[in-house]
Nanobody
Framework: QVQLVESGGGLVQPGGSLRLSCVAS????????MRWSRQGPGKERETVAT???????LIEDSVSGRFDASRDTEENTVYLEMNRLKTEDTAVYYC???????WGRGTQVTVSS
């Protein structure tokens, strides 16, 4: 069955970097569009990045220039590279498969000094 497992979150100081991973199983990444989303405390869930089935990526304006998304089809894993983190980036980060609306459980990212 379809499974998505995120990892790589943690506590980081403002200005720091983190790399999140999402291991997909039950399907091949190169056939589906994937998405990174986040939900901060007291905020609605928002899209951060989309990775299309052809490998193109779309980074949302709110994190453009600081975040990047990629995938490794051999490892069947998608990544979210986050740089110059700000306190407002604190959130639970989720990966999802758009078709079928499958979601992982998320990984917590806390940006704090």
């Amino acid at each position: 069955q379809v499974q998505l497992v995120e990892s790589g979150g943690g506590l980081v100081q403002p200005g720091g970097s983190l790399r999140l991973s999402c291991v997909a199983s039950g399907f091949a990444l190169d056939l589906y569009a994937m998405r990174w989303s986040r939900q901060g405390p007291g905020k609605e869930r928002e899209t951060v990045a989309t990775i299309f089935s052809d490998g193109r990526t779309l980074i949302e304006d709110s994190v453009s220039g600081r975040f990047d998304a990629s995938r490794d089809t051999e490892e069947n894993t998608v990544y979210l590279e986050m740089n110059r983190l700000k306190t407002e980036d604190t959130a639970v980060y989720y990966c999802s498969r758009l078709r079928g609306n499958y979601w992982g459980r998320g990984t917590q990212v806390t940006v704090s000094s």
